[in-house]
């Protein structure tokens, strides 16, 4: 009875331990998808590759900037206009809820917005994406940096 009981026992501790180990590494592929996502958006940007770019941009895509809102083809026409420099990202920050990933994150980068060079001090930023039945989509962005 003894056996019994303590082999019961085991066998709940390890399925407990099983659901912590699988939901942990369930948040990191998440995690590692998000910063995927975040990184390859900005390697576009940089070259950029217009084509990469706007399939992945949704079509109800909106992005806020220093100078107000931005919807899908004003969006394209600003990364046409970028002439990134060299770029860091740091401190990402990935969230999923179902469809969705949402990825905070600062960007050190030289860029061009709307005529004006801008600094190139560390900057936060969001980005939202979609999974959708043709792969993942730019739904919304938020550039935090201000204008000199």
Do not use: C
């Not at 019994?4 to 699988?22: A, D, E, R, Y």
């Not at 990364?79 to 770029?87: D, H, P």
């Not at 809820?97 to 860029?111: L, M």
């Amino acid at each position: 009875m003894k056996t019994v009981k303590l082999l019961l026992i085991f066998f709940f501790l390890f399925m407990l331990l099983s659901q912590v180990v699988l939901s942990k590494q369930g948040a990191a592929s998440e995690d590692s998808l998000g910063e995927n996502l975040v990184r390859q958006l900005w390697a576009d940007m940089k070259k950029p590759d217009m084509d990469a770019i706007e399939k992945k941009i949704a079509k109800g895509f909106q992005s806020i900037h220093q100078y107000g809102a931005d919807n899908r083809e004003q969006e394209i026409k600003l990364i046409r206009g970028l002439k990134l420099g060299e770029y860091t990202l740091s401190d990402i920050q990935i969230t999923r809820n179902g469809p969705v990933i949402v990825a905070t994150y600062f960007v050190s980068v030289e860029e061009t917005i709307m005529g004006k060079r801008l600094s190139k001090k560390p900057a936060p930023r969001l980005s939202v994406f979609l999974k959708t039945d043709s792969g993942w989509q730019w739904i919304a962005h938020a550039n935090l940096k201000p204008s000199k």
